[in-house]
């Protein structure tokens, strides 16, 4: 039988909800071909261009694509270069859709064709909340983002371990009509689940020792994690009042430098990504970072110092503008 292609991003719980969507909106509600869920990561980057799509191919919560006869993105970086970005400018398509300003690729599809999908008996509004709260790190507490069992949170911490094999594309399968519940109660999802939160208690521990809160509420680290999962949000854990994190995640494959501001505390953070892509990396206002590889690893001290150096003085502006 004839089939169609569905593209999304993982490992992401935004991508499987959003290949969830756009596979029943696709199928149901306009009788396309079956779709096979395909998940893609960046690794593909440099020939996504290159590849030749089928008639009919969707795309979402990944990189745009010319051939895509359905495409949904939200990602800055969604068009490889320029000239895409123009032409799919004045394309007038109500297939293709783009917000870089939304906060997951599954609200972007829900708030378009959630009307069309109740019509057709199809109710999603749980999976797109929970998409939507983890693709934009709107936590209610660190504790949440962290220790929380919540049915999606044991699905991320399961896919996060790496060699997930087709579990992402079995799980946009069960999920169109499978309960949330039901599908992270999977035997292969509670094991992997187990072994994550393991990795990310020993990651806790190592963190722990590899952490200290300067004085100017800054949470600076040089941690190695190899064989741990170290989270992102491990700074907020052990010091709630800390208005930043800053860092160095040491790896098998070399280092990575990171800086977040303390999402559950109200204020204007220095343009973390910004500084980041001053020292070679990347991010938005809230985090950035920048990857070294092995041969690299050993600027990374000098880096997170220049890194810090930024940080610090925006805040010293900051603190001269309110006196
Ligand atoms: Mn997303």
């Not at 694509?65 to 949904?72: C, E, G, L």
């Not at 378009?112 to 008996?121: E, H, I, K, N």
Request: contains cysteine.
């Amino acid at each position: 039988m004839a089939t169609g292609s569905l593209y999304f991003h993982s490992p992401c719980f935004d991508g499987i909800v959003s290949a969830v969507l756009s596979a029943e909106l696709l199928e149901r509600v306009h009788d396309w071909l079956p779709l096979e869920p395909r998940a893609v990561n960046y690794e593909v980057r440099e020939q996504w261009l290159a590849r030749t799509l089928g008639e009919s191919t969707a795309i979402v919560d990944f990189l745009y694509h010319p051939q895509a006869k359905f495409w949904a993105d939200h990602h800055g970086t969604a068009f490889l270069n320029e000239t895409l970005r123009a032409e799919f400018a004045v394309r007038r398509d109500p297939f293709l859709i783009y917000d870089a300003a939304a906060s997951s690729c599954a609200i972007l599809l829900w708030r378009r064709f959630g009307p069309d999908l109740r019509r057709a008996g199809r109710d999603f509004d749980e999976l797109v909340r929970w998409a939507d709260k983890i693709d934009a790190a709107r936590y209610d507490s660190v504790e949440e983002a962290m220790v929380s069992t919540d049915p999606a949170l044991r699905i991320t911490l399961a896919l996060s371990l790496g060699d997930a094999g087709d579990l992402p594309e079995r799980l946009v399968s069960a999920l169109r009509t499978a309960p949330l519940e039901q599908v992270a109660a999977w035997p292969e999802i509670h094991k992997r689940f187990e072994r994550g939160r393991d990795l990310r208690e020993r990651g806790l521990e190592r963190f722990k020792r590899a952490a200290s809160l300067a004085a100017d509420g800054i949470v600076v680290f040089d941690v190695d994690a190899a064989d741990t999962l170290v989270s992102r949000y491990a700074p907020f854990f052990f010091f709630p009042e800390a208005r930043y994190s800053a860092g160095i995640v040491r790896g098998a494959s070399g280092a990575k430098i990171t800086a977040m501001r303390n999402p559950w505390r109200e204020f204007t953070p220095a343009p973390l990504g910004h500084i980041a892509s001053t020292l070679g990396g990347g991010g938005h206002q809230r985090v950035g970072s920048i990857a070294l590889s092995r041969e690299r690893a050993s600027t990374a001290v000098d880096l997170l110092e220049r890194l810090l150096a930024q940080i610090r003085a925006f805040e010293q502006d900051r603190a001269q503008r309110a006196r």
